[in-house]
């Protein structure tokens, strides 16, 4: 089973308009962290937020933020007034803390992405 | 971030040919990870390197091996690969902690195997 599942392979979205980029997860664990990585067409990896699942508010930086629903296992990526320099693929990932494990197994797994379009 | 960087950015090898990807980070972290990215497939984590012992090996195949002289440095050494193995390698790296360190990742290696 996925453990991060990103259902939109591709959006297009008209500037300046605010956009919604899906992810939602799978873990037994009740201490994980979720992350969102930006990467452009140069083939880079940019790191853009962190949510921890014991934080008590969604994530922010700057135009972006973080819509956590841990119940419905939900962490979605929002940016606001979307920019051409957001066209990239945006993928979600989650690092389990896993107790003893995770000081031997540091793992994050990464959704398959989701390409984002901005039109001018 | 600029803090990982990776060379060479582009590689075009043979398949009898031996090569090496360098990262190489200057942020003080002390776990560094290699990456496989194929068109159309999930991030693959290949290797795991925490205060340079290997942690994790993917399951990857012995064409590739890695190494790790110390926490700011990390090679992939690459020998008689195949052309299926022709993707981005990434190479990432982050603070050793059982908490949510972010990792950050270079620039990628584009790789393409002939």
């Known amino acids: 089973a996925q453990k991060i599942t990103q259902t939109q392979p591709g959006m297009f979205v008209q500037e300046k308009e605010a956009v919604t980029l899906d992810c939602t997860y799978d873990t037994s664990d009740p201490s994980y962290g979720l992350f969102w990585y930006k990467q452009p067409s140069s083939g880079e990896m940019i790191f853009l937020i962190y949510?921890?699942?014991?934080?008590?508010q969604n994530a922010t930086e700057g135009r972006y933020s973080l819509n956590f629903q841990k119940a419905r296992k939900s962490a979605n990526l929002v940016i606001s007034a979307s920019q051409l320099g957001d066209s990239a693929m945006y993928f979600c990932a989650m690092r389990e803390a896993g107790g003893e494990r995770a000081l031997r197994d540091d793992k994050i797994i990464f959704g398959k992405g989701t390409r984002l379009h901005i039109l001018p | 971030e600029t803090g990982v960087t990776q060379t060479p950015r582009h590689l075009v090898m043979g398949m009898t040919n031996k090569k090496s990807l360098k990262c190489e980070q200057h942020l003080g972290h002390n776990a560094m990870y290699w990456y496989k990215q194929s068109a159309k497939k999930p991030l693959e984590l290949m290797f795991v390197?925490?205060?340079?012992?290997?942690?994790e090996n993917n399951s990857v195949p012995s064409r590739f091996s890695p190494e790790c002289p110390n926490s700011s440095h990390l090679f992939l050494h690459l020998h008689t690969l195949q052309p299926e193995d022709s993707a981005l390698y990434l190479c990432a790296s982050s603070t050793w902690t059982s908490g949510m360190a972010t990792q950050y990742f270079g620039p990628g290696t584009r790789l393409l195997v002939l």
């Open positions: 390197y925490n205060f340079k012992e290997q942690t």
């Open positions: 949510q921890g699942s014991y934080d008590q």
